[in-house]
Nanobody
């Protein structure tokens, strides 16, 4: 099993920045693709960004140029640097992990709240 724990959420003003962290523990060899999802009130969960073990990074159109996903394998941690935050970025952000080739993410964190408001 793999455990994922997010941190770094909070309240920030529009235009501000936050960095989310996702620390993985347990059977790390089970995952090599990591992603950040978010879910706003009344909306479906959506993918924000993902990163592979080969450092391929894919972003949702809504966050391109503002968010950056990265990984530190020595620390088994994935980050999401969020800049130029907008009120519409307000959501619970989840970290997820899976093995390449599998259709769905098997492992999820508990989520961290990000609120962008003045």
């Amino acid at each position: 099993q793999v455990q994922l724990v997010e941190s770094g959420g909070g309240l920030v003003q529009p235009g501000g920045s936050l960095r989310l962290s996702c620390a993985a523990s347990g059977s790390i060899f089970l995952i090599d693709v990591m992603a950040w999802y978010r879910q706003a009130p009344g909306k479906q969960r959506e993918v924000v960004a993902r990163i592979t073990s080969g450092d391929l990074r894919i972003y949702a159109d809504s966050v391109k140029g503002r968010f950056t996903i990265s990984r530190n394998d020595a620390k088994d941690t994935v980050y999401l640097q969020m800049n130029s935050l907008k009120p519409e970025d307000t959501a619970v952000y989840y970290c997820a992990g899976k093995r390449t080739g599998l259709p769905a993410y098997d492992y999820w964190g508990q989520g961290t709240q990000v609120t962008v408001s003045s």
